[in-house]
């Protein structure tokens, strides 16, 4: 059996210990998330908002799973993360409206009208990303990634020294648990605050499984393909929840004319229904995640037991080269 892949620059192979691939992921994604953040600053380019919140996300997922071999001041970023992520999640969401909105209707002046709400709430958000972006605690974010990209892995604890192919399971096992949980208690009754952690829930589980999808091959990727299309369509859900709280807050302001409050009507009716479709697409959903894990709960197994069968034939030829080499050398007398 043979697993290569790369991270960034690292070569993710079988033997490779779970503290180095858990460095690797957190290097590969620390400079993303540095680069992306430049890009945000001079651009303001929605997309390069989302692809530095996704950065962040994995890093995060990356501490949570590899947080037990991990030294504690390198979990600790999490908490600085988190506060970036939430700068970028302010700007993110009224960009996920904006294009929702052009998306949906056509060019009016109510269109327009309520676009201009929406720029004004950009600004006021983008206001705040700015300034964290150019903080002196935003400044020591980077400074500690950019130290733990530095960070030797052979200088890490016993435990972070064993393989990561060996750990690997038990980590994506207690992920998919928990992801598990809350997909089968979702139904029509569950509340938006509980929708949006199973999203944040599946979206953790699938990084999750992607560090280590270099080991599974073709299970791996399939629990991924339905990690995605559940991820969907929560994300279709709670984007429609706050599409149509935002419509509800315009509403209540004194400012929209009276052909813009029909269309915010109009358009908190149709993220309602929304709403209420993917609710209802959750129980296909479920069905859809049970085959492909027990597939690669099988594949785990399988992968392990080869592993630990290689280990033991590696040791046993060592033990005889060893042994071969204690032998005493023995000179044949001439004739």
Same mark, same amino acid.
């Given at each position: ?55 962040? %996300? ?76 150019? *903080? ?36 994506? *096992? ?80 004194? %400012? ?41 709960? %099988? ?15 590696? %040791? ?20």
């Amino acid at each position: 059996m043979s697993a290569v892949v790369t991270l960034g620059q690292e070569l993710i192979h079988d033997s490779i210990s779970v503290g180095a691939a858990a460095f690797a992921a957190l290097k590969h994604e620390g400079n993303r998330f540095a680069a992306l953040g430049h890009e945000v600053l001079s651009t303001q380019d929605p997309e390069a908002v989302h692809q530095t919140r996704v950065a962040a %996300r994995r890093m995060r997922a990356a501490l949570h799973c590899f947080g037990d071999y991990l030294p504690k001041h390198v979990v600790q970023v999490d908490a600085e993360l988190r506060w970036a992520f939430h700068a970028l999640g302010n700007v993110r969401d009224v960009d996920v409206l904006m294009a929702g909105l052009l998306e949906t209707c056509p060019d009016s002046h109510a269109r327009r009208s309520l676009l201009g709400e929406l720029k004004d709430k950009r600004l006021a958000a983008w206001e705040i990303l700015s300034a964290t972006l150019t *903080s002196e605690r935003y400044t020591e974010l980077i400074g500690a990634l950019d130290e733990i990209s530095q960070v030797s892995a052979s200088s890490l604890s016993k435990a972070a020294q064993r393989p990561a192919i060996s750990v690997a399971p038990r980590l994506i *096992s207690d992920e998919h648990d928990k992801v598990w949980k809350r997909v089968r208690k979702a139904n029509v009754d569950t509340t938006k605050a509980e929708l949006h952690d199973l999203r944040k829930r599946a979206k953790r589980f699938r990084y999750t499984l992607e560090f280590f999808s270099a080991f599974y091959g073709k299970p791996s990727r399939w629990v991924v393909r339905r990690l995605k299309s559940l991820q969907n369509q929560l994300g279709a859900y709670v984007d429609a929840s706050l599409a149509r709280d935002a419509m509800q807050e315009i509403l209540e302001s004194e %400012r929209p004319d009276e052909q813009t409050r029909e269309l915010v009507k109009d358009l908190a009716e149709l993220y309602a229904d929304r709403q209420g479709k993917a609710l209802d697409e959750l129980t296909s959903m479920r069905r859809g995640l049970s085959r492909p894990w027990r597939k690669l709960r %099988r594949r785990m197994g399988k992968v392990v037991d080869e592993f630990e069968a290689q280990q033991a034939r590696d %040791r046993a030829a060592q033990r005889k080269r060893k042994e071969e080499q204690r032998k005493p050398l023995v000179i044949a007398s001439a004739h």
